[in-house]
């Protein structure tokens, strides 16, 4: 067996691993089978056989690349440079990964996801530095873009009675698959083959598609209006990815609705504009640039959440590490322009207020929520909340202090801190935190809409037995009284919420290998249904198609 001593050549063939030819299953059981070599000394490097190399390769893809980053030089969790790891022993490394830390990093081996040995492979690889992945461009984005149904072939109108608008897209994230679920039926319309560990779904500006984006960086497009939603155009734009949106702007400058895709890439680090009708890659935009502050060069800053504005013909992208958030202009794209505004760094997810002009994102390893007014197209300011705010798109509702007021739960700590998000209405109370309550523990979601009594959280970080499988809402009329919880699931970790279009029904995922969907009364907190099925392997995000459409969170 020949043994590498850290230079990279796995990527490039993982490239053409992920979802092709071995799939998943293969790439971890590949880790399963590795021999593992005996303990290193902390000072010498330790090295991997070609077989461990791939199977490290891979689980860092998998597990830590999005929060480290592929050249581990850290965002969401530390940097964790080779350097800086042989200083730590290898049974110190080992009960990191499988016991998980304080400060939010999951315990990989307590949750079942590596064994002992992935664990101890895994330790091993972050002393060896970190192999650089391959980069990718036009050409080759182009050579994998498949266009299953052209425009021109399909239904003008919807092939079914159904109502797309209360369409579920939900992810199967270890199927590599996504449903469409009927929101008034509550009947499963099709499974889908979308990407490796589909991230988001993000509904067309009319509502007829879904694109859909896997952290192996393949975008899909769905089509509604097939009596069986199918796939209808795909293409792979990256080597890792979390983030895509579409066009959706019509005025003076035209109708861009649905004109243009945009997939934003953890690895190249770049972003990505494609035809929206048929996913044909357009033009490719390096992100590779400074940091806001000391304006130094960053190799790896990574596409983090984008959203479209709704006041100009213009794509929000928040670029992680660099901590800018650019308003790429799509109007033009042979003389692209784009504003580039330093607000704070590693950015991450967030959402627009109640009027669809602010927009908060995360800078979540500053603990601070940074504000955008993409009417001015300006930078507002920022502020502290608390360990690592987490908002995934925010919870925008009417306190009866306090106005219009939005809201993060965190990674760090089980804390929901709420914030004035009104300034015109409020001025005294914009962007300073008024309330923080306690909820179940450290989690990723929160979620409301505007007819609903409550703010649903989830604690799917927490540690502690039992809390992950817990659901805790806030009262908005009675904030103060603190949360209301109750144990929803026996088994797996509940994640995320989502609305129906009516805003009576909470759905939630209970992320578990035997997953399921629970859907809850939203005004006697009374569970109402469970969806599950063979086919319901690990659901996390669900997005219904009228509450994406219209920003409604
Ligand atoms: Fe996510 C949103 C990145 C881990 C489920 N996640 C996002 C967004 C980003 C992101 C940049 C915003 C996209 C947008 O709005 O355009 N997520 C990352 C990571 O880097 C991180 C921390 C580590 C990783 O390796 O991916 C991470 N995310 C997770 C998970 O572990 C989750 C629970 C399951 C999974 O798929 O791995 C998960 N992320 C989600 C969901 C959203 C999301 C459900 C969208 C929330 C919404 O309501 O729109």
Redesign the pocket.
Known sequence: MRCVRARGHRWSQQLGWYGESLGVHGLVLIALIVTLAGAASAATPPTLSEEEMAAAEFIYFD?C???HGALRKGA?GPNIADEAMLKKSLSELETTIFEGTDAGMPGWGRTGELTAEESALMARFVQIPAPTPPEMGLAAMKATHKLYVPVEERPKEPEHKRNIDNYFGT?L?DAGKGAIIDGDTKEIVNVLETGY?V??FRASATGRYFYTIG?DGKVTLIDLYEEKPKVVAEARVCVDA????VSKYTGPKGDFNDKYAVV?C?WPPQMVILDGQTLEPLKVVSTRSSTYDTNEYHPEPRV????ASHHAPEWVVAIKETGMVWLVDYSDLDNLTMTQIGTERFL??GGFDSTGRYLMLAANMRDQIVVIDTKTRKFVGKFETGTKPHP??GANWIDPEYGPVNATTHLGEGMIVVYGADPEGHPEYAWKVVREEETGGPG??L?THPKSDYIWTDA?LSKEEGANQQICVFKKADFAAGAHCWKATDHGKI??F?YNKAGDEVWTSV?DKQGELIIYDDKTLKEKARIKGDWMVTP??K?NVYNTVHDI?
């Open positions: 597990r690349s999005g929060c969401t992810i994230r560990a991230h988001i952290r979390r983030s895509v949106d934003g953890y983090a959440t984008i959203v991450h997810d995934g798109r990723l979601f979620k799917t994640v995320h989502e992320w996390t995000g997005w969170y």
